[in-house]
């Protein structure tokens, strides 16, 4: 059975640096002092990450325009998003965002970093929200309902059943997944190839509980990496035709997403 690739990262902590939401948290919400209070209550296991997560949210307000301004002064992008970005386009490799985030939020800010049409090529997957014109409700729509909120392994899942279901049975695609911390735990157990940004919380669980993975400081890590993957396909193949793992129409998330649906 042939395999594709499909790329898949995290948003907070891995193509930025900063977390979002603890920039709005910190500057219009709960604070700084609070919301290490509050991680600290999801570290221990004493409160879930969707309840802590809905009383910061529910702690903001400000208007989103006053809000996006913060966080386009204090978010630093991966120095080689861009480039690895750029080069799963060239190469076909469909590329997903897989979030805990809000979607309106996320879409602004890779609008604002890399522009709207790069921004247009990436699908986002994540919590939606409601957040009022005022700023005085910043409300989360949960994706699934579970104590995570959004749970990716869930979603990784749902795309590979349906890319099953979909693809032909020589087109089974490779699940890339690139995260750093938390809320990225579950899936360490569901992607076919795992990268883990190096110090943090998702490399400590994949050492600790035996997960393979990858670990890199920037995306030129990843990017080498995957590169090295296509090689050895192109080997196998003789060097005809695309490299077996990469599949351009492996792109489900885009369908899957259209739909109307809260497990799709």
């Given amino acids: 059975m042939r395999m594709k690739s499909n790329s898949s990262p995290d948003f907070d902590g891995t193509i930025f640096m900063q977390d979002t939401g603890h920039i709005l948290f910190d500057s219009h ?17 004493e409160r879930s990450f969707r309840d802590v997560s809905e009383e910061m949210w529910s702690s903001l307000n400000v208007p989103f325009e006053d809000g996006f301004a913060v966080m386009e002064k204090k978010l630093e992008i991966d120095p080689d998003f861009r480039e690895f970005h750029k080069y799963c386009l060239a190469n076909d490799i469909p590329f997903n965002v897989i979030s805990a985030g809000l979607k ?8 604002k970093f890399l522009g709207e049409e790069d921004s247009s090529h990436i699908e986002i997957v994540a919590n939606d929200a409601k957040i009022a014109p005022d700023g005085s409700e910043w409300k989360p729509i949960w994706r699934h309902d ?6 990716k392994a869930r979603s ?13 049975t020589d087109e089974l695609p490779l699940i ?14 569901e992607a076919d190839v795992l990268f883990a940004r190096k110090g943090l919380r998702l490399e400590e669980y994949c050492v600790e509980h035996k997960i393979p993975y990858i670990g890199f400081d920037t995306f030129a890590d990843v990017q080498r990496e995957i590169e090295k993957i296509t090689e050895e396909d192109v080997k196998k193949t003789g060097g005809k035709g695309k490299p077996v793992r990469f599949n351009p129409r492996a792109n489900f998330w885009r369908r899957l997403s259209s739909q109307q649906s809260v497990t799709r």
């Fill in 29 to 45: 919400g709960c604070g700084s002092e609070q919301r290490a209070i509050l991680d600290e209550q999801i570290k221990s296991g």
């Fill in 104 to 111: 309106p939020v996320l879409r602004a800010v890779l609008d």
């Fill in 146 to 151: 579970t104590e995570l909120g959004h749970d």
């Fill in 156 to 168: 990784i899942t749902e795309y590979r059943e349906s890319a099953k279901t979909a693809a032909s």
């Fill in 176 to 189: 890339v997944f690139i995260g750093d911390g938390v809320s990225d735990l579950p899936a360490a157990r």
